[in-house]
């Protein structure tokens, strides 16, 4: 088998420019107070950067984001929502990365609402027929001091393959230090910066991410066959055989 590795001179010639990613951070801390997770933001975004992905990160909790499961819930009984100011920058963006902390051994608050708020947006479609978020990549960022890192991931990116965005290998990475009380991310004598664990995986999943976010946009987004809610809703069915009729 042959075995094919890109040199550090095509690594250096990757070209993001056109890429656009978000970075959602659903910390329980508003702005300007510091946020541990914004420290393993920064890491990956980064990197985005350096290749001319074009990157804008949002801290959900200094936004009026209502809670529910409607894309504008002024229309359900909120006075105030401020995701349909949101998510269009979201629908933007070909890559987003979703990024909070574990509390009691799981996601915040915060990444269930933006999760819930996303979902919002799952019975609109695209220019395709296919559901909305088709042709997009996501990944994860996990922070914490206690276990949980990939229970967390798996939730949340389940989550997001499931409303149609494309999930890549190792998409996901996360920092946790000693269990019970102790130092996070950020803390001085933490080791969570210089953790090997950590940086390879948050290199990898924002490697995995700028690939496939390059390739599905040069591909033109996720084929328009057999994934069409439009084209079944009008009876097509791309080659399922009904059982009735066998």
Known sequence: ???????????????????KAMFVNCTLKRSPEPSHTQGLVDASAGI??????????????????????YPD?????WETDAWPEIYPRLLEADILVAAGPIWLGDNSSQMK?????????SGMLNDKGQYLFY???????????????KHCAQNVLY????????????????????AGPGPSYLDPG????????????????????????????????VPGYGN??????????????????R
């Open 135 to 149: 042709g997009r990549v996501a990944g994860c960022l996990i922070t914490g001091n206690e276990d949980g890192i």
């Open 159 to 178: 989550s997001l393959q499931h409303v149609g965005y494309t999930i890549p290998p190792n998409a996901d990475a996360g920092w946790i230090g000693e």
């Open 73 to 77: 819930m002024r229309e359900h009984g």
């Open 48 to 69: 985005m950067r350096k290749h001319g992905v074009e990157v804008e990160t949002l801290r959900l909790l200094d936004h009026d984001v209502a809670t529910g499961v």
């Open 228 to 245: 069409q809610r439009s084209a079944w809703n009008d009876g097509t069915r791309f080659d399922f055989q009904n059982p009735e009729y």
């Open 113 to 121: 609402v933006l999760i819930e708020r996303i979902y919002a947006l």
């Open 190 to 221: 933490s080791g969570g910066p210089e953790n090997d664990f950590t940086n390879r995986n948050t290199t990898f999943m924002t490697w995995n991410l700028l690939h496939l976010a390059k390739m599905l946009k040069d591909a033109g987004g």
């Open 1 to 19: 088998m042959t075995q094919t590795t890109a040199t550090p001179e095509a690594l250096a010639q990757f070209d993001g420019t056109g890429l």
